[in-house]
């Protein structure tokens, strides 16, 4: 167990050896550095523009102040060393073993494992090692997940005290998604053929669109407001976005945008190219909430609301839920302002985002 966990903190989480209980080894897609701009998958021609987007954090060193620009081509190590000055993150989020992880707890076995770090200046981490695990053999995309908190704590924590979350996404190419708390938006990085990540995308404003992702539909049969709101969708026409897996479903209808794909017709564009759509996860009764806020929803509500979007269990942020307990679960949505007015509008005939509270990661 300890040595899963250690190889988990050295980076080993997109490795084909830790899927090989489950699948075949990964196949990586084929991408050069800079022949990316005229590389294609699937015949789709894709283009990279290495200027076309970029962040600006101003800094201060000796009272000198001067700005550090995180471009879209950097590599993984470039980009954190530009985003944040903490060399103990910039070692953790870079998939090294880093020796700055106090403690580590899998969503396989919700149980806290000491890795040696720090408490002072040291992090602990929850991780989903393995999302979509009931997907994994009809071959669709999975991936993992984690969180990262300062200190020693998991338990009595929100996911807004957060200073890190990531998700791989192991599909035809290999993606890891990573936002800071200090940095603005949420950044993707492709795995190239030589074992390097790219900076391929920053995603920050996620707008409305018709696109929905259900999850747990058995909730409709005893929970008429989920039903009117899934219905709501369909007499819509909102465009069905869904897997199974919770990274992938996320993923594909909030993180994708038009950074370095260029495709204008067919199914392509309504998939990968909109940084719009939502994703919800409904309780009842009979079918009870099951995502857990630790290693799963507050994760995946720190890089939604870094990325511009909003996220709710009903009433709140999923981010400024209390983490009582390892085992902690929760419903969720994450989406636009609209739909998650929407959302809460429908299942509890409020919403507090109409109000002038402020919302999002960094509120």
């Not at 995180?70 to 993150?89: H, M, N, Q, R, V």
């Not at 200046?121 to 695990?133: K, N, Q």
């Not at 990085?189 to 074992?195: A, K, Q």
Request: with cysteine; proline share 5%; charged share 20%.
């Amino acid at each position: 167990m300890e040595t899963g966990i250690a190889s988990y903190t050295c980076g080993a989480f997109l490795h084909p050896s830790v899927f090989s209980k489950y699948s075949p080894p990964i196949m990586f897609t084929s991408f050069g550095f800079r022949g990316l701009k005229s590389s294609s998958l699937f015949g789709e021609s894709l283009r990279l523009d290495l200027a076309s987007k970029s962040t600006l954090k101003v800094s201060k060193i000796k009272e000198a102040p001067f700005i550090t620009k995180c471009e879209i081509g950097d590599s993984l190590e470039e980009f954190l060393t530009k985003a944040t000055p903490d060399k103990g993150l910039i070692r953790l989020m870079a998939l090294n073993y880093s020796h700055f992880c106090k403690y580590a707890c899998s969503e396989e076995v919700p149980e806290l494992q000491d890795m040696g770090g720090p408490v002072e200046g040291g992090f602990s981490v929850a991780f989903d090692p393995l999302d979509g695990s009931s997907i994994v053999d009809t071959n669709f995309t999975v991936g993992t997940i984690f969180g990262v908190w300062p200190g020693d704590k998991l338990t009595g924590v929100t996911g807004r005290d957060q200073v890190a979350a990531a998700m791989g996404v192991l599909g035809p190419r290999t993606t890891y998604v990573l936002a800071l708390k200090d940095f603005p938006g949420t950044h993707e990085f492709l795995l190239l053929d030589e074992g390097k990540w790219q900076h391929v995308k920053e995603t920050t404003q996620i707008g409305d669109g018709k696109l929905f992702s259900p999850g747990n539909l058995r909730a409709t049969f005893d929970n008429p407001s989920y039903d009117k709101l899934i219905n709501y969708y369909v007499n819509e026409k909102y465009t069905l976005r869904y897997t199974g897996g919770m990274v992938p479903d996320v993923n594909q209808v909030h993180l994708k945008g038009t950074t370095w794909y260029v495709s204008r017709d067919g199914a392509l564009e309504s998939i990968i190219v909109k940084e719009k759509g939502i994703f919800t996860n409904v309780a009842s009764p009979s079918a009870k909430a099951k995502l857990r806020l630790l290693f799963e929803v507050a994760p995946l509500g720190f890089l939604i609301e870094k990325a511009g979007g909003f996220s709710s269990d009903g009433h709140q942020s999923v981010l400024d839920m209390i983490i009582s307990s390892l085992d902690d679960r929760t419903q969720v949505a994450y989406g636009s302002k609209n739909e998650i007015i929407r959302f809460e509008e429908t299942l509890y005939g409020s919403s507090r985002l109409k109000g002038s509270v402020p919302v999002g990661a960094t509120a």
